[in-house]
């Protein structure tokens, strides 16, 4: 999401058995998506199949409606598709995948009354060892965010984390994007941005939903959106970006993960 106005609401909590049905079904669409997409497809058929799944499941997308400030139109699919140069908010349309593509699936919906949001960023075909390098510091970046994930923690504390991994692995950061709280809706409040101060920003509560969200282009922290259909971002310099995202719910301790999928190596990260 962007950063937007700060909204001073008193948010609804889920328990967690309220939670974990989106969760768990975001989390296995994109696994099946990731058995499932390959050279050849179009990226209509992957919003399709998307599509068909939340039919099936009886969910609602949050994307099909949705018009933020970000975007010309109202979004009109149900999966962000996001292919090389397009990093973030890849609007799905008939281009059909090549070997060795670095594809972003970004996807969220309700089930139950409660929201999930996730990405994954996969290679189509025969991998480049750069991409999964890129694919790999992603994920270690938003898991250093996720660590910092607990009651009394501040967004700030996850941005630094977020922003200090990225730095020391070679990347910089935008600071346009990032992650949000979730809840009965997407995009609702904390921001969560990609950058922070120890102790800055808004305080986490027990049971509150937020998503971590990092994005990495190897050469530049620069976007620009595609003039051709007024939504997908793309790297300023058309270096290829990676995205990861989970939805959390805030502990005392370690978060739960709402969104982990089951066929993932266990991360790079202290939460083992
Ligand atoms: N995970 C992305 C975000 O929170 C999803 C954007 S949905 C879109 O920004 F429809 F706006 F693309
Ligand atoms: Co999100």
């Known amino acids: 999401m962007i950063l937007g106005r700060r909204r001073r609401v008193t948010q609804e909590l889920p328990t967690l058995d309220e939670a974990r049905p989106a969760g768990e079904f975001v989390a296995s669409v994109l696994s099946h998506l990731r058995e499932v997409v390959g050279v050849g497809w179009n990226l209509l058929d992957v919003d399709a199949e998307a599509h068909r799944l939340i039919r099936e499941a009886g969910a609602t997308s949050c994307y099909i409606d949705y018009h933020p400030v970000f975007g010309a ?36 919906v309700e089930v139950d009354g409660w929201v999930a949001d996730s990405c994954l960023s996969i290679v189509i075909g025969t991998p480049r060892d750069e991409d999964l390098q890129l694919i790999r510091d992603t994920e270690q970046v938003m898991w250093a965010g996720i660590d910092q994930v607990r009651s009394g923690a501040t967004v700030g504390d996850i941005g630094h984390a977020v922003m200090t991994t990225a730095h020391d692995l070679g990347y910089a ?9 979730v809840g009965r809706t997407m995009h609702e409040a904390p921001f969560v941005p990609n950058h922070g101060t120890p102790g800055g920003g808004t305080e986490l509560v027990a049971g509150q939903l937020i998503t971590v969200e990092p994005f990495l282009v190897p050469t530049t922290s620069e976007l620009v959106v595609d003039e051709r259909d007024g939504w997908t971002q793309l790297s300023a310099d058309g270096s290829r970006g990676a995205h990861a995202e989970h939805t959390l719910q805030v502990t005392d301790g370690a978060p739960v993960v709402l969104t982990a999928r089951a066929d993932d190596p266990a991360p790079r990260s202290s939460l083992g």
């Open 73 to 108: 139109s109202p979004f009109g699919y149900v999966i962000c598709t996001s292919v090389n140069e397009g990093v973030l908010h890849g609007r799905p349309d008939d281009r059909v995948l090549a070997d060795g593509d670095l594809l972003s699936l970004d996807f969220a």
């Open 173 to 181: 950061i935008n600071d346009r994007f990032g992650g949000h709280g």
